[in-house]
Every structure is written in C-alpha cells, then in structure tokens.
C-alpha cells in the first residue's frame, strides 16, 4: 500500500513537471524523448583493505544509465541500454584502520574514501567496452580509473551473463596513500620505507549474472578476481597480505523510466 501510494505520488510530480513515468517493459518500446536508469543496492565481500589476504562484508549501491534521449534528437543509449552510454561513476572504499589489522600496527589510518567520477559505454548485444574516471573527494586526493572489456550472453529472456577482463590505473597520489609507506610509518612500523609511482595498479577478471522479472526490477550476481601488479604489488603493505583480490556481490536494483 505504501510503495503503491509513494509511485502515485512520485508520478503525480512528474506529471506536474511535464514529465511521464513509465514501466520498465514500456521503457523498451519508447522512442522518445525521456531518461532511463536504474537505482538499488546489495551486499558485498571484499579485501578487508587493498592488498589484504582478509576479507570484509558490506553494502554497496546500484546505480546505471540506461538511456537519455533530448526533445533535440540528441540520444546517449537505446531503450534496452544498447549503444553509448555516458554515466556517473563512483565509489566508496572503507577506512582502513590500524588498529583492525595487527598487520598493519605503525600505519596510518586512511579515512573513509568517496570517489566521484564519469563513466563511457558501449554495448551491443554480444559485447561491452567501458571506460571510468574517479577522483578521491574525500579519504585521499587522487585519480583512479578502469577499462575493460565483456562478452555478453543472453541465453533466456530477462538473463544476461557477462564476462571479461580489466585493468585498473591511478595516479601517484593515490597509489601513496594506499600502497606508501612514509619514513614516519617505516620507524614505527619496522618496514621499508616506500614511495609509488602513479599507473597501471591491477588487471583481472569479472563475471555477472543479471536477471529482469516483472517490469522493473532485476536481480544481479558478481564475481572477481584482480591481481595487484607494479607499484601495488611491490608495496611492503601488500608483503604481508596478497597481490590476488577476490570480491563477490549480489543485489536487487529497480528501473526508472521518465519520459518528457
């Protein structure tokens, strides 16, 4: 009753503002002018910390365009998702506290980090590039980044299944307030001091499962594996814990489609 209420209401505003707000399945048939993306959240695994051999459970957010076509013509994406794709892009890494780690006794806590950034796509049915630029707003003042590369299968209607490789990057700021360890750190600590040096951090391997039920909503699964390698993996932070990071998602999103 109340989710039904709040989509009344939510559309009663749109419709105030010009705006018309439309169900996933009708989203593939318009050609219009509107805007399509989709919001939810899950639960992840992931390394305690970059460079951990421990893992740490958490939230995560659900955020993806869909679709922006303008009254002008101009269009980024189709109704299915298909075609260029211009997007936000961010992420939230935890604060790695000392205190949590006893291998990490003598380092500096690293607050909380929220990364804000854009994203470019393209897709078609059978594959997927993508490219993500972020940069630390707060937690650290650097620049990070991946590319990669997915196969797409479509083997049921509504199921997807994607995989392929990937590369991260990031700059020297970045990589020396999670892979540095300062003359500072290095006395209190009993490790070698190290600087690092901005570029290509990891290369891995990802794989999704996406399902769409309904007219909305959908279901994911995700898996990866990276490999920390240059600077990343020379770093004394990292002797300690492993250059192999594994993480592993699942969550529930819904679809929003506006069109004016």
Request: one cysteine or more.
């Amino acid at each position: 009753m109340i989710a039904s209420h709040t989509r009344r209401h939510f559309a009663s505003l749109c419709a105030a503002a010009g705006l018309s707000f439309a169900s996933g399945s009708a989203l593939a048939e318009q050609t219009g002018p509107g805007l399509s993306f989709e919001l939810g959240g899950g639960v992840q695994v992931l390394p305690s910390y970059e460079g951990a051999d421990s893992f740490a459970v958490g939230g995560y957010p659900i955020i993806k365009f869909n679709r922006l076509e303008l009254k002008n013509g101009f269009t980024l994406g189709g109704g299915d998702g298909l075609g260029l794709g211009f997007r936000p892009s961010f992420n939230v890494r935890g604060e790695r506290d000392a205190a949590d780690h006893p291998e990490l006794r003598g380092f500096n806590t690293i607050k909380t980090a929220v990364e804000i950034g854009a994203g470019l796509d393209y897709e078609t049915q059978h594959w997927r590039v993508y490219g993500d630029l972020r940069r630390g707003v707060t937690g650290h003042d650097g620049f990070t980044g991946d590319v990669g590369a997915e196969l797409i299968l479509r083997p049921l209607d509504g199921l997807s299944m994607t995989a392929g490789p990937r590369l991260s990057f990031a700059d020297a700021e970045y990589m020396n307030t999670y892979f540095g360890v300062t003359p500072a750190e290095a006395a209190s600590s009993g490790r070698n001091a190290f600087e690092a040096d901005g570029g290509l951090k990891s290369a891995g391997l990802g794989a999704k499962l996406r399902y769409e039920f309904g007219n909305d909503w959908g279901i994911e699964a995700a898996g990866s594996w990276d490999r920390l390698v240059g600077d990343a993996a020379d770093s004394p932070i990292v002797a300690t814990g492993s250059q192999d990071q594994f993480s592993a998602r699942i969550g529930i999103f819904r679809t929003f489609n506006i069109g004016f």
